[in-house]
């Protein structure tokens, strides 16, 4: 998923919001309880009691309407929260969206000019989430595309930002838009990992099997390896690629199997370079070693087999070493010891 908005993040954030909000507020009894609101809201939300803490943040407000605008969020996402897909149509339910949207909107408003350490990233999940309510909750997309573009606006420089509203293009069939919007974010960070990661899926759910599709994943997939070399995983997700296409697809010409073969061969030896007890790379290898066999002549098939098989069974041992590792290691369970 593209949004990295989670609730857990939210709380992680709230854990930093205290001595912000104290050391900018001023110390008139409105603004001591509207603090001591928002503390008790930052309780209740991280226990997920969403209800009270919506009542609480609202309190805070209350006592001191130009309390800081990162309270907004908070109440925001508790009626986020509140909010139930299978109650849709109950106005009760409805409205703790309808609550979501507004808050969310006020918190971008009002966080804009806020140079706290933590505002911009409230800000960003703020336009995350109501990105989410739109597109997610209400569907209603030319609602969240005009709000994208704003996120876009504030952090150009962010490639997430550009795949964000590349997704909602691509959920509403607007695939030519969608596309741009990827490939825009690797052009913006050219040198991040992550971008080609986004762009390769993008790619392979657009993928219908007409040539060309697999290729330009493929592609994308070997920018990610080439951005961050020394990274194994990197190499071997080609490598679970390829694999995944010659023992999946039966429509695939030799020519094409054989390709591929030594492309996904490839990509795990490099892997493998990296980290020489990388179990997954064996495996994937080890399965490709035996495709690559049946097209082979009987004295070199059996040696590829021979291959496979010592590879397959290395993978094993290691995984049991490891096993036993961490069976060694694990804290004992009360009551284990003798009587």
Not at 296 to 301: D, L, N, S
Not at 313 to 326: D, F, N, Q, S, T
Request: glycine letters at 6%.
């Amino acid at each position: 998923m593209l949004f990295r908005s989670t609730v857990a993040r939210a709380v992680a954030l709230v854990l930093g919001l205290g001595l912000v909000t104290a050391a900018c507020g001023q110390y008139s009894i409105s603004n001591i309880r509207a603090l001591k609101a928002f503390k008790e809201g930052n309780d209740l939300y991280g226990r997920k009691e969403y209800k009270s803490a919506a009542a609480h943040y609202e309190e805070v407000f209350q006592r001191n309407p130009e309390f800081r605008g990162i309270a907004y969020f908070f109440l925001a996402n508790s009626y986020d929260n509140l909010y139930k897909d299978s109650r849709k149509g109950e106005p009760e339910n409805d409205a703790y969206l309808t609550k979501a949207v507004e808050n969310y909107k006020l918190a971008i408003t009002k966080i804009k000019d806020n140079d706290a350490p933590t505002a911009a990233d409230v800000r960003k999940r703020s336009y995350e989430f109501l990105i989410a309510a739109y597109k997610d909750k209400m569907k209603d997309f030319e609602q969240a595309e005009p709000i994208a573009k704003q996120m876009i606006d504030m952090d150009p420089g962010d490639p997430t930002n550009y795949q964000v509203l590349g997704a909602l293009y691509e959920d509403s069939g607007r695939y030519d838009e969608a596309e741009q919007m990827f490939v825009k974010s690797t052009t913006v960070k050219p040198n991040d990992p992550q971008v080609y990661s986004a762009l390769a899926g993008y790619y392979n759910r657009q993928d219908d099997g007409k040539p060309g599709k697999f290729e330009r994943t493929m592609g994308a997939l070997q920018k990610r390896a080439i951005a961050e070399p020394n990274n194994p995983e990197a190499w071997h997700t080609m490598s679970t690629y390829y694999t995944d296409k010659v023992t999946k697809d039966v429509k695939l010409p030799k020519a094409k199997i054989m390709e591929y073969t030594f492309a996904g061969i490839a990509a795990d030896d490099k892997a493998l370079a990296i980290n020489a007890g990388y179990t997954e790379a064996m495996i994937f290898k080890n399965i490709l070693l035996r495709v690559q066999a049946t097209f082979e002549v009987p004295a070199k098939r059996a040696a590829l087999i021979k291959e496979a098989d010592e590879l397959q069974a290395r993978a094993i041992e290691l995984r049991k070493e490891a096993e036993k590792g961490a069976a060694a290691t694990a804290p004992k369970k009360p009551g284990g010891g003798e009587k």
